[in-house]
């Protein structure tokens, strides 16, 4: 199994897109990258926990599911860097294989320590963009590809079907 773990901030902060939509609404841009890495995990197959930082928030832990992606909202005192530290601690195994997305070179450096694969926000980024494209030709190819019958049949017959279909003789 392979665990995405994401720096939530830190991502939107190197995404472009979304550094320009946190300066207006960042609720938004959460919302915004929550449904990219839904989209990351559905293609992909992979678990995907994304970590925003509640640092100065009153408050405690909060953990929500939305779009089959983990969400979580550190408690309070408690940085992102840190709880990401102790996912990795507690889900990385043998059978699992985990990976952190941060640009953060010392947290990268911290979790690669404890075994876990470091990818930049960027490389991240770069992903996620593959990905919709791949998606977008496959909805473009399955648009476009003519019905096949499970069972092979001759020109002339499926023509002759067809003009019973449309009523002719």
């Known amino acids: 199994m392979i665990v995405l773990i994401v720096d939530g901030y830190n991502v939107i902060g190197a995404w472009p897109e979304l550094k320009a ?24 197959g992979n678990r995907v926990i994304v970590v925003f930082d509640a640092y100065n928030v009153q408050g405690i832990e909060k953990k929500v599911k939305s779009h089959r992606v983990e969400v979580i909202y550190t408690r309070e005192h408690e940085t992102a860097d840190e709880r990401i530290e102790k996912l990795v601690k507690e889900i990385k195994n043998i059978q699992t294989q985990v990976y952190v997305a941060t ?9 690669f320590a404890q075994g876990a694969l470091r990818k930049s ?7 996620i963009g593959n990905i919709e494209q791949n998606i ?34």
């Open 121 to 127: 926000s960027r490389e991240l980024i770069t992903e």
């Open 136 to 169: 977008e030709k496959d909805v473009k190819k399955q648009n476009t590809m003519k019905t096949q019958t499970k069972i092979p049949i001759k020109k002339e017959i499926l023509d002759v079907f067809e003009k019973w279909r449309r009523g002719e003789k």
């Open 21 to 44: 939509l946190r300066d207006r609404d960042l609720a938004q841009a959460r919302d915004l990258l929550v449904e990219k890495l839904a989209e990351y995990q559905a293609y992909t």
């Open 103 to 111: 640009s953060d070179y010392t947290e990268q450096r911290t979790i």
